[in-house]
């Protein structure tokens, strides 16, 4: 007679109200802040709007939904940011389900689903349009994937067809996305190889979705070809101007700025490498750590990791429900507790509801001088992301009062040059008005 449940926990309804609540979290402070938009979200929406999808030096997915977003929604701050605010709550969906996928009930799939909503990492991201949350989403996906089959092999269901194929989809839309999902594509090979479930290699289904990926991700691979590689490039600037500025020590610690997530985290991976429950799960264990020590060794920024967190908490939130005593009351009740109290208190840090000024002084009150810490290496007075959305406007009105000023005959010869690409975007975007 097997251990495992014979049919999956229903999905708690607490989950689908805590998604919801970070929909409605998002839309309410972007609504309301005084921010505007973010110098990367200039770019996205300028690239949409001149898209070339088979030649760019980036993945195009990112361009192609800002051109959706703006034909069908407009170019209103809540309306370019819908889009992660709609990820940031399937996020917090898919880790609920996880867990109930893996036969936790009720409190696992709350804790997992509190966790995503409560941290900084998927707040910031969830209040963006960067391709970032997007990442998040399809790394989750792909893992969610994994779970899927273990929990049919777990149900002694014969192995579906279609779980890989929606891996392929997933792995497809990850490459259209980020070149980032090459990290956890190598990582999975690498865990199917150390687990039972390389026996599927012999089959045609993670052929077919490796096909799938490609085919849906070909975009991003052609606009490569036909640049001559441009990602070599940005690589090779990137590890030169900010990478190299991060160490081990600066990748693991900044892990801890999570918050107690991590450590359900932690107790999530400890689960699914050694619990004889976890056994379907396996690979997916691996594939998390695998992921985690390769972006270690690449001096990947700590943010990098991000997508692997929302699994980690579901199997950690099943950690917590299967431990018994009062171990297991800290860990159902306290953890979980811990975990909404430092969102709570991260919150402004997180998403933009405090104005400037007020920013400054919270950042200086709760001696959180680490958040406004440069990519290269400098200090501004906000967190870099906040102070990235100030300023385009009046940039924009300066630009046309000096274009304004030109003789009619001189302002039909003007070039408006912009030095970054957020003064361009800021020109393209706000110009006409």
């Not at 999956?8 to 998002?26: F, M, Q, S, Y």
């Not at 619990?275 to 396996?282: E, G, L």
């Not at 009351?329 to 507790?337: E, K, M, T």
Request: hydrophobic share 55%; with cysteine; glycine share 10%.
């Amino acid at each position: 007679m097997s251990r495992w449940p014979h049919e999956a926990p229903r999905l708690a309804p607490a989950v689908l109200l805590i998604a919801a609540g970070v929909l409605v979290a998002h839309v309410a402070v972007n609504l309301t802040t005084a921010y505007g938009f973010h110098r990367d979200e200039l770019l996205y929406l300028a690239m949409g709007q001149h898209l070339r999808f088979w030649r760019m030096d980036f993945p195009p997915f990112i361009a192609v939904l800002a051109r959706v977003t703006r034909a069908l929604l407009g170019s209103s701050l809540v309306a370019v940011r819908l889009v992660p605010a709609v990820a940031a709550a399937l996020l917090v969906m898919l880790a609920g389900d996880a867990a109930r996928r893996m036969g936790g009930r009720r409190p696992a799939q709350v804790i997992a689903a509190l966790a995503v909503a409560a941290s900084p990492l998927f707040m910031r991201a969830g209040n963006l349009y960067q391709p970032v949350i997007l990442d998040q989403l399809w790394w989750t996906l792909a893992l969610y994937c994994l779970i899927r089959l273990g929990a049919d092999q777990r149900l002694h269901r014969p192995e579906p067809s279609r779980w890989w194929l929606w891996l392929g989809v997933a792995g497809g839309f990850g490459l259209l996305t980020k070149f980032s999902i090459l990290f956890l594509g190598a990582a999975i090979l690498a865990a199917i190889l150390l687990t039972s479930r390389r026996k599927a290699l012999i089959t045609r289904w993670p052929w077919a979705a490796l096909a799938i990926a490609l085919v849906i991700g070909s975009a991003s691979i052609v606009g490569q070809m036909r640049l001559g590689w441009p990602v070599l490039g940005q690589l090779h600037d990137l590890r030169s101007t900010q990478l190299e500025r991060v160490t081990v020590g600066a990748y693991l610690g900044g892990q801890f700025l999570y918050g107690p997530a991590v450590l359900l985290a932690a107790l999530g991976l400890g689960w699914l490498l050694a619990a004889d429950d976890a056994r379907p799960y396996r690979v997916v264990g691996w594939s998390c750590l695998l992921a985690f020590i390769l972006l270690l060794v690449l001096h990947g920024k700590a943010y990098y990791i991000g997508p692997i967190y929302p699994v980690l908490f579901a199997a950690g939130g099943i950690a917590a429900e299967r431990t018994s005593g009062a171990s297991g009351r800290v860990l159902r009740l306290g953890l979980p507790a811990l975990i909404v109290a430092y969102g709570l208190f991260i919150l402004p840090v997180g998403v933009p509801i405090l104005p400037p000024a007020s920013m400054v002084r919270y950042i200086g009150a709760v001696h959180l001088g680490g958040a406004t810490h440069t990519n290269d290496g400098g200090g501004l007075p906000l967190p870099q992301d906040f102070a990235d959305m100030l300023g385009w406007e009046q940039l924009v009105r300066t630009t046309a009062r000096v274009y304004h000023a030109l003789p009619a005959d001189d302002q039909a010869r003007t070039v408006i040059i912009g030095t970054n690409y957020g003064r361009a975007g800021a020109v393209d975007l706000l110009g006409p008005p």
